[in-house]
């Protein structure tokens, strides 16, 4: 059931996996020693920077822009369960879609934040002048992602295409800015632990940064 659609989509992960770590390991290059004395825990500072240190509170441009912190914040939820029902439907198709209604609503609120950065990517003078074709491509393939596990948690579209979309997706994942689905948390968890090594990480109570 679903053989060729289920090998594809499972080559086009393993495609991405393979590429991502060895980009992760040119880029990570060795780093250099760290002379300093140790004054502080490393291991709070990379768990401050992958919550706290995320949250408005800390980012001066989710303070001043809520709404579209709120949008990004919806685009990657649903990333997140397009990502779980792809794999779900790769490892056992006859279990999915996971919790239909929730899921369907959910990537299709994440469209609507995808397609409405893409459109203002397209329109603000300013971000299209800083932004090269990867941007939109990049864009079109998540939304369109995420537009897929919407059809298909509400029963719209069936698994062997879902699956597709998934493959072009996991195949497209390594070569653009998706990458950044692998680095962001890398260079935090490295930033976390370098800063906290030297005491400066997590920031005192009430600090913005």
């Given at each position: 059931?679903l053989?060729?659609?289920?090998?594809?989509?499972?080559?086009?992960?393993?495609?991405?996996a393979?590429?991502?770590?060895a980009?992760?390991?040119t880029a990570?290059?060795?780093?250099r020693?760290d002379?300093?004395?140790?004054?502080?825990?490393?291991?709070?500072a990379?768990l401050?920077?992958?919550?706290?240190?995320?949250a408005?509170?800390?980012?001066?441009?989710?303070?001043?822009?809520p709404?579209?912190?709120?949008?990004?914040?919806?685009l990657?939820?649903?990333v997140?369960?397009?990502?779980?029902?792809?794999?779900?439907?790769?490892?056992?198709?006859?279990?999915a879609?996971?919790?239909?209604?929730?899921?369907?609503?959910?990537?299709?609120l994440?469209?609507?934040?995808?397609?409405y950065?893409?459109?203002?990517?397209?329109?603000?003078?300013t971000l299209r002048?800083?932004?090269?074709?990867?941007?939109?491509?990049?864009?079109?393939v998540t939304?369109g992602?995420?537009?897929?596990?919407?059809?298909?948690g509400?029963g719209v579209?069936?698994?062997?295409?879902?699956l597709?979309?998934?493959?072009?997706?996991?195949?497209?994942?390594p070569l653009?800015?998706?990458?950044?689905a692998?680095?962001?948390?890398?260079?935090r968890v490295?930033?976390?632990?370098r800063?906290g090594?030297?005491?400066t990480?997590?920031?005192?109570r009430g600090?913005?940064?």
């Open positions: 059931m053989v060729i659609e289920r090998i594809v989509a499972a080559a086009s992960l393993a495609w991405a393979a590429l991502l770590l980009q992760l390991l990570w290059g060795g780093g020693k002379y300093s004395v140790r004054a502080g825990s490393p291991g709070r990379v401050f920077n992958l919550t706290a240190a995320m408005p509170a800390h980012k001066e441009a989710a303070r001043l822009h709404g579209k912190f709120a949008v990004g914040v919806a990657h939820v649903g997140a369960v397009a990502v779980v029902e792809a794999l779900v439907a790769m490892v056992k198709p006859e279990a879609p996971l919790w239909p209604a929730a899921a369907g609503t959910l990537a299709a994440s469209v609507a934040a995808g397609l950065l893409l459109v203002r990517r397209a329109v603000s003078r002048a800083m932004s090269c074709p990867d941007d939109y491509v990049a864009a079109a939304s992602f995420i537009l897929a596990a919407a059809l298909y509400f579209l069936a698994t062997s295409p879902f597709i979309f998934t493959a072009v997706t996991f195949f497209y994942l653009g800015k998706l990458r950044h692998l680095f962001c948390p890398v260079s490295d930033l976390g632990r800063l090594y030297r005491g990480y997590p920031t005192l600090t913005k940064s």
